[in-house]
């Protein structure tokens, strides 16, 4: 059986094909999608006993980056594709 959470080993394999000089950031709020600086990574025990490893959040008010990029948002499903309404013609003064 293969446990729902990710893993350390799921985590590096997934960011070893990426640019080792990219920042790393936290996608959170699916309802109001931020973008996240991660200032710190822990280690810690689960009440089972077993390891778990937090990303943490820095503290610091530049920690929330903002907005999340709406392909981003999109990606994860959070937000369907916004497309730009249709343009319709421009009416002109005098009434035409």
Known sequence: ???PEMT???????????DRSAPVRLAM??????AHRIERVLASVE????AVVYLAEGRDEGSQLG??????????????P????QRRTRRRAGGN
């Open 47 to 50: 009440e089972t006993g077993g």
């Open 82 to 85: 916004v497309q730009a309404p």
């Open 67 to 80: 907005h999340l990029p709406t392909e981003v948002a999109v990606a994860l499903t959070w937000q369907g």
């Open 8 to 18: 350390v080993g799921d985590l590096i394999d997934l960011l070893s094909v990426r």
């Open 1 to 3: 059986m293969t446990s």
């Open 29 to 34: 709020n699916p309802f109001f999608p931020m």
